[in-house]
Nanobody, 120 residues
Framework: QVQLQESGPGLVKPSQLLSLTCTVS??????????WSWIRQPPGKGLEWIGY???????YYSPSLKSRTSISRDTSKNQFTLQLSSVTPEDTAVYYC????????????WGQGTLVTVSS
């Protein structure tokens, strides 16, 4: 059974780089036709999809966050990473990683989430 686990600092200073890692167990992130996404939920607000890295290594980002977002992977560790630059307090949220299959238009498997607070 595939499992996803987010990790990284819980506190980031404004203007700095937010970096989170999703560790995947039970399946390789290179497995054909799977997509690996980052999603966030600010306190009291709804979910916002950030972007994905596909099984092939290709990436796609939400247009509203594209200029600040980079998703990469380390296949040797079976991990993928979110980097969000120039953060502000509005980036404070619970951050999730998740997976879906190519033909399934919802995120099927989620990590438990990790809270990241942007504050000085």
């Amino acid at each position: 059974q595939v499992q996803l686990q987010e990790s990284g600092p819980g506190l980031v200073k404004p203007s700095q780089l937010l970096s989170l890692t999703c560790t995947v167990s039970g399946d390789a992130i290179t497995t054909n036709y799977y997509y690996w996404s980052w999603i966030r939920q600010p306190p009291g607000k709804g979910l916002e999809w950030i972007g994905y890295i596909a099984y092939s290594g290709s990436t796609y980002y939400s247009p509203s966050l594209k200029s600040r977002t980079s998703i990469s992977r380390d296949t040797s560790k079976n991990q993928f990473t979110l980097q969000l630059s120039s953060v502000t307090p509005e980036d404070t949220a619970v951050y999730y990683c998740a997976r879906n299959f190519e033909t399934v238009r919802y995120l099927e498997v989620w990590g438990q989430g990790t809270l990241v607070t942007v504050s000085s």
